[in-house]
Each structure stands twice: as C-alpha cells, then as structure tokens.
C-alpha cells in the first residue's frame, strides 16, 4: 500500500484528532462548548500577535476601554518590549507580553483575552526570572505588574521580599530538576 503524504499537516493537530481522543465521550453540546474554547484560545493568539506588532511598529490604537486597546497604548507609552523571553535555565524560562526596565522600575504587563479569572503569580515568576537572569536585588528596584483583561486593568506592586523567595525557589528547584536528570540518564 502506498500510503498518501499530507505533508501539509505535519507538526498540526485536527480538533477530532486521535492526539486529542477525549470528544468521543462528547455530546453535541459538550463538542460545541469545547470547540467554541478552542476558537476563542485561537482568537486570543492572533489579538496577541496583533497586539506584538502594533507596539513594535509603535501604531497606537483608539483611545477605548477595551482592554487589547489600553495594553497596546500602555506599552507604548511605556517603551516597552513585546515578547521578550526570560531565561534562567532549560527548567526556568518563559515569555512576557512586554516588559521594560528603566529608571530602576521594572513593568511586566500582559494581556489576557479570556474571560476566566487569571493569576497574578504569572508575571510575578516573570519578575523573579528577570532579576535572575539579569542579576538585579528584587529589593533595589520598584516592580509594577498589569494583566489587562475584561476591559480592566488589574495592577499589583509586589514587595522585593517576595519576589526574592520566588527567585530562591526557582534557584533550588531547578538543582532538583537537575538532579533527576541525572538520576534519570544513569
């Protein structure tokens, strides 16, 4: 049998994939739930992706509540970096929507297109991942973290002291990450 190439789908995945087995226990309203979160996850990569391009090529967007609208013209405002990836090793690292550092404060904003309750502790890891890898005392420095979502604007100003135990954590787990590696490739 020769077998058909579809070379077009490597790397993808179809919603009623095998990968993704879980919708043959579906009923038609449960499929039409599921799927209509899968589309909304989509749309909040492509507002993302707007949203990158517009600060990078500087284009403000009308002044509104909308939230995509506020972070854009923020991050502008602010001369901030889309995108930017934080590195402290293979176990810890991650992307900010955008963040800048200057005049010793440090701006972690991200935008959010859903609409269930987020966490704050994201960008809090973004802080600890940044002094880490740039090595800057959390306690020297004001730090202001904004998730725009729901046409609001969630501001938190977390203390040098807890960013420090974040960043103490990140350090010991990633030695114990790294010791299972090893254990593992023994």
Known sequence: MNFKEHSELIGQHAFLGASKYHWINYTPEKLVDS????LA????????????????????????????NQYVNDCIGFRMKPEQSLYYSENAFGTADAISFKNNIL?????KT?????????????????CLEY??????????LRIYQNDSIFIAVPSGEFLSEIMNKIVIFDKEIDKIKMEDTL
């Open 114 to 130: 859903g609409i269930s309750p987020v966490s704050i502790h994201q960008l809090e890891v973004y802080a600890a991942l940044f």
């Open 135 to 144: 090595s800057v005392n959390p306690n020297e420095i004001e730090v202001e």
């Open 41 to 68: 996850i989509q749309r909040g990569t492509e507002l993302h992706a707007l949203a990158c391009e517009c600060i990078k090529q500087r284009v403000k967007l009308p002044k509104s509540k909308k939230a995509i």
């Open 35 to 38: 799927y209509s979160k899968f």
């Open 107 to 111: 701006r972690i904003f991200d935008l």
